[in-house]
């Protein structure tokens, strides 16, 4: 692997799943193939938190894990791979990419079968995990919200392998216009590659959730949309956008196995993903790469609800 640095982020609170805390045990299970000399963590508290007027729930929490996170991030080696964790792992780490380059040069790849993109009044849950990109562009609550240089725009947006979307989330990539690169597309690894040039950006930060991935490839994830994308697809458009940009940072969410036999068995996927982050790019390796079949034909995510109502244990 590349002289990355790790951040082992094993945030649960954004979780709006009932399973919420196996997310830890992903988190650790990935934390062991890590290089320990490059490898740092930080400490989520057990709490699970407290909404405190917000309407985000376990938002004290969620907070708190932001600041440590972005204290760690202050001193650490770029670029920082997070490992999560829920989607809101990496929040501090999107946002210490983006003030830490020139305004408009670093797109965000938001690599993820959902658009993540509920407010406060939108979100049918609660859950963090459904506005992390919202809050990213600027709109969440104070302590989460990014502001300042800090702040994505939309323009830097790229939503990739998104199928699903909640119809509010639908309503707003329509409105302002976020693009979209859809698991069909992902059949030319140099589709997303063409979607972070039209943003003019010059470094990308790429968000990897797991369940961008066709849950015939991977078990332990939470929530999983089928006609996703293949390990194969995935690892090579990611390669095909490093062999273009600077890597401004990292991250992979929302691991949460059943079990330590069920990590070992998803392990070798996540590695070959993880692998495409942070290898050594080889002459050719990435763009114009034949890749397999996508396992979907239609290029548009699907309108639903993604983002349910608490379990009883978080209401």
């Known amino acids: ?48 938190g407290e909404a405190l007027g917000t309407g985000v729930l376990r938002y004290s929490s969620l ?58 009044s939108t979100s ?19 302590g989460l919200a990014s502001t300042g240089a800090a702040r994505l725009h939309h323009e830097q947006l790229v939503l990739a392998g998104t199928r699903a979307l909640d119809d509010g989330e639908s309503a707003f990539v329509e409105r302002m216009g976020i693009r979209v690169v859809a698991p069909g597309e992902f059949d030319d690894p140099e589709a997303l590659v063409r979607a972070v040039e039209a943003t003019g950006a010059t470094s990308v930060y790429l968000h990897i959730d797991l369940d961008v991935l066709d849950p015939s490839a991977i078990d332990g994830i939470g929530f999983p949309e089928p006609f996703g994308v293949s390990p194969e697809q995935l690892t090579d458009a990611v390669r095909a956008l490093r062999s273009r ?43 114009g790469s034949p890749v397999g079949g996508s396992s979907s034909t239609d290029h548009r995510p699907r309108h639903l609800s993604t983002d349910t109502a608490p379990p009883d244990d978080v209401r």
């Open 1 to 48: 692997m590349s002289p990355a640095s790790f951040l082992v982020v094993p945030q649960w609170q954004g979780s709006g799943s009932s399973r919420a805390m196996r997310l830890i045990d992903g988190a650790e299970a990935i934390r062991g193939d890590l290089p320990a000399n490059a490898t740092h963590a930080v400490a989520v508290p057990a709490a699970a």
């Open 63 to 120: 907070s708190l894990v932001r600041e440590l996170a972005a204290a760690e991030l202050a001193v650490l080696e770029a670029p920082v791979v997070t490992i999560g964790g829920d989607c809101g792992a990496d929040l501090a780490g999107v946002q210490h990419a983006v003030q830490s380059h020139p305004a408009g040069s670093v797109a965000v790849v938001w690599f993820d079968a959902h658009g993540d993109l509920n407010n406060v």
């Open 124 to 142: 049918p849950s609660g859950a963090f995990h459904g506005m992390v990109v919202r809050s990213l562009l600027g709109d969440g609550p104070d």
């Open 245 to 287: 940009f600077e890597l401004a940072g990292a991250a992979m969410t929302e691991f949460a196995p059943e079990s330590p036999d069920a990590a070992g068995r998803d392990l070798s996927v996540i590695l070959r993903v993880l692998g495409s982050l942070t290898a050594p790019l080889k002459n050719g390796a990435a763009a």
